[in-house]
């Protein structure tokens, strides 16, 4: 299995929404540029859209997501190539039924795509290491740990930029589909904390 990674953007993102509603079950899903997937290249995941804290049992809310989502980060030439999940329980790492429906959804679409869980009992205010479960489907349609681990872009300083957000209560201003679904004036691409973000590097 070949080496993954993840860019500063992307983690960052997966971890303010997690410190954001500590108490949820929540997902999101991972994008790539189109360009980069081909010739088998290994998964570069460059950003992060955050989808539900509220809907995640609910197959509707998630579809709507995936269909927008899609729509509009296609003109960019990125694709949906992975998902996320979190649990309300620190103990809980599994794969639930629904997160498999939707890393499926996207699976099918998108060879090679990922499945990512946060480990929450791992993260804290100074977070020393990436906290993420890797999982691939193998050919007989099941969600396996990746062999490999996955790798930061910039290690030392994406774990720095994702520390420093929740400490100073950045995370705050993350909006996820849920949010937008609330009030569909609220970005959950999150275009301006995409560039508080980057401003980490």
């Not at 994008?31 to 995640?56: E, Q, R, W, Y």
């Not at 992975?82 to 939707?102: E, R, S």
């Not at 099918?108 to 906290?131: C, F, H, P, W, Y």
């Amino acid at each position: 299995m070949d080496e993954t990674e993840i860019c500063t953007r992307a983690y960052c993102k997966m971890i303010m929404h997690c410190a954001k509603y500590p108490s949820c079950s929540l997902n999101g899903v991972l994008l790539s540029h189109k360009s980069d997937l081909k010739n088998g290249k290994p998964i570069k995941f460059c950003d992060a859209v955050p989808m539900c804290h509220l809907n995640t049992g609910l197959s509707l809310v998630p579809e709507i997501a995936l269909a927008q989502i899609s729509g509009m980060v296609e003109p960019a030439g990125l694709v949906i190539s992975g998902v996320y999940n979190a649990h309300d329980n620190l103990k809980d790492n599994h794969v639930d039924v629904f997160t498999q429906k939707i890393a499926d959804r996207i699976a099918d679409n998108q060879e090679g795509a990922l499945l990512l869980t946060v480990d929450s009992k791992r993260l804290a205010l100074k977070i020393q290491n990436d906290g993420l479960i890797v999982r691939h489907r193998n050919a007989e349609g099941n969600w396996k740990l990746n062999e490999k681990k996955l790798k930061l872009e910039h290690e030392s300083i994406t774990l720095a930029c994702a520390s420093a957000l929740v400490r100073e209560g950045i995370f705050r201003e993350l909006i996820d589909f849920d949010n937008h679904l609330d009030d569909i004036t609220q970005d959950y691409i999150n275009v301006g904390l995409n560039m508080k973000i980057d401003s980490c590097l």
